[in-house]
């Protein structure tokens, strides 16, 4: 049974950071190209970020460039983010997604998600 278990989302005030964390379980989590999607209140699920299988290859959506970094450890079955300069427009639900394959962006699985507030 595939497993994706989020943590690291919170209250921050605009300009803070956070790291959110996902541990992946069930699947061989080497294989697959993983991603960070978002949904904010009435709004649909956005692409944040997305890596391939290997971790050499690495998406962002345009709001994001330059602020949010993706990254996994295949030895450790986890996927990160790192959020930082975080603005208002980045308060949302964060979710850990695996891809049918190795498509960068490719929700096939999620987890519960993990929210993410930026609030002064």
């Known amino acids: 049974e595939v497993q994706l278990v989020e943590s690291g989302g919170g209250l921050v005030q605009p300009g803070g950071s956070l790291r959110l964390s996902c541990v992946a379980s069930g699947f061989t989590f080497s294989s697959y190209a993983m991603s960070w999607v978002r949904q904010a209140p009435g709004k649909g699920l956005e692409c944040v970020s997305s890596?391939?299988?290997?971790?050499?290859?690495?998406y962002y959506g345009d709001p994001v460039k330059g602020r949010f970094t993706i990254s996994r450890d295949n030895a450790k079955n986890t996927l990160s983010l790192q959020l930082n300069s975080l603005k208002s427009e980045d308060t949302a639900m964060y979710y850990c997604?695996?891809?049918?394959?190795?498509?960068?962006?490719?929700?096939?699985?999620r987890g519960q998600g993990t929210q993410v507030t930026v609030s002064s």
């Open positions: 890596i391939n299988s290997g971790g050499g290859i690495s």
């Open positions: 997604a695996r891809s049918t394959s190795n498509i960068l962006c490719d929700v096939n699985y």
